[in-house]
């Protein structure tokens, strides 16, 4: 069955650092692709997406998505985090079109001051 | 253009009860998705809605159900609420499907 791995549970970053995000999936072809942000009591916001084109995606709130085909991953960077930047933030993948949206489980980001 | 509206935000129910969410969403938008998100489960996928049909549904017992309207707003509705059916309910929006637009959510809490 088609899935998508989030690893890291919590991470844990200063501010400043940079930031990585995994996210796996699992299928055959190349799925549609999202990053959401999830705030404290907030809904989902989109950060990017990929469908196709060049594997570099940029986002919203300096973020950026790279695709790696032969890794099946689709991992989310941004250079200098920022207090702001604490929340649940959650893989998505959507294997055809107009198909359901399958999330991962997420991964919540703590700054340290 | 404004986001994507729930209501009611909060809920209370006791189990046993039913319950009906309602999602309206952006403007132009014809695609309703539901999600149910607990802590242990993370995000799950209810069902979806386009053009007041269900085009998507995903493994949850026939107590959840939906419906579209022709002006794309959604409900969905619970019946016979179990303790496990606390969870904040999400809905999202989208033109074709994906590219969701999420609400704020309806938190259920089932006592």
């Known amino acids: 069955a088609q899935s998508v791995t989030q690893p890291d549970i919590h991470i844990t970053v200063s501010e400043g650092a940079s930031l990585e995000l995994r996210c796996n999936y699992s299928?055959?072809?190349?799925?549609?692709l999202f990053w959401y942000v999830q705030s404290p009591g907030q809904g989902l916001q989109l950060l990017l997406k990929?469908?196709?084109?060049?594997?570099l995606v940029q986002g919203i709130k300096g973020f950026e998505a790279e695709f790696k085909r032969s890794q099946s991953s689709f991992n989310l960077r941004k250079p200098s985090v920022h207090w702001s930047d604490a929340a649940e933030y959650f893989c998505?993948?959507?294997?055809?079109?107009?198909?359901?949206?399958?999330f991962g489980k997420g991964t919540r980001l703590h700054i340290l001051p | 253009k404004a986001g994507v509206t729930q209501t009611p935000r909060y809920l209370i129910k006791t189990r046993g009860q039913q319950v009906t969410l309602s999602c309206s969403p952006i403007?132009?938008?014809?695609?309703v998705s539901w999600y149910q998100q607990t802590p242990g489960q993370g995000l799950q996928f209810l069902f979806e809605?386009?053009?007041?049909?269900?085009?998507n549904k995903g493994n949850f017992p026939g107590r959840f159900s939906g419906r579209q309207f022709s002006n794309s707003r959604s409900e969905m509705n619970v019946s016979t609420l179990e303790l496990g059916d606390s969870a904040l309910y999400l809905c999202?929006?989208?033109?074709?499907?994906?590219?969701?637009?999420f609400g704020p959510g309806t938190r259920l809490t089932v006592t």
């Open positions: 990929y469908f196709s084109g060049d594997t």
């Open positions: 809605y386009f053009s007041e049909t269900q085009r």
């Open positions: 299928y055959g072809a190349t799925p549609y």
């Open positions: 403007s132009g938008h014809r695609s």
């Open positions: 999202a929006s989208s033109r074709t499907g994906n590219e969701q637009y």
């Open positions: 998505a993948v959507e294997m055809n079109r107009d198909d359901k949206i399958i």
